[in-house]
């Protein structure tokens, strides 16, 4: 999604589905903070961050997916396309790197 947020309260009816998987998230998030300070077991917090990163992944996929239909799919040139495609592909990419070392 390139365009800048604007000052307008209506969401698209594409963005509500998203919208709403990153309010679970966001509580999912508040759920692994208060296991932190009730000094849960180490086991069962690492297994919620897991959860709330893989489906932060899912959102982040379906997001990329809006951007490729809405973007890629429109009516650009040879050359517009290529670029988009090509910055489409390096988001892709930065999706998928591992982010800690094994």
């Known amino acids: 999604m390139?365009?800048?947020?604007?000052?307008t309260t209506t969401t698209p009816p594409e963005v509500e589905p998203l919208v709403a998987r990153l309010r679970r998230i966001e509580g999912q998030?508040?759920?692994?903070?208060r296991m932190l300070e009730e000094?849960?077991?180490?086991?069962?917090?690492?297994?919620?961050?897991?959860?709330?990163?893989?489906?932060?992944?899912q959102v982040s996929l379906l997001i990329l997916d809006h951007h490729?239909?809405?973007?890629?799919?429109?009516?650009q040139g040879p050359?517009?396309?290529?670029?988009?495609m090509q910055q489409a592909l390096k988001m892709w990419m930065r999706l998928g790197a591992p982010t800690a070392e094994e």
């Open 2 to 7: 390139t365009e800048q947020a604007t000052s």
């Open 39 to 57: 000094d849960r077991v180490c086991e069962d917090i690492v297994t919620q961050v897991m959860a709330a990163r893989t489906a932060l992944d």
């Open 68 to 75: 490729v239909q809405r973007c890629l799919c429109s009516d």
């Open 79 to 84: 050359e517009e396309s290529m670029k988009t």
């Open 29 to 33: 998030i508040r759920g692994i903070q």
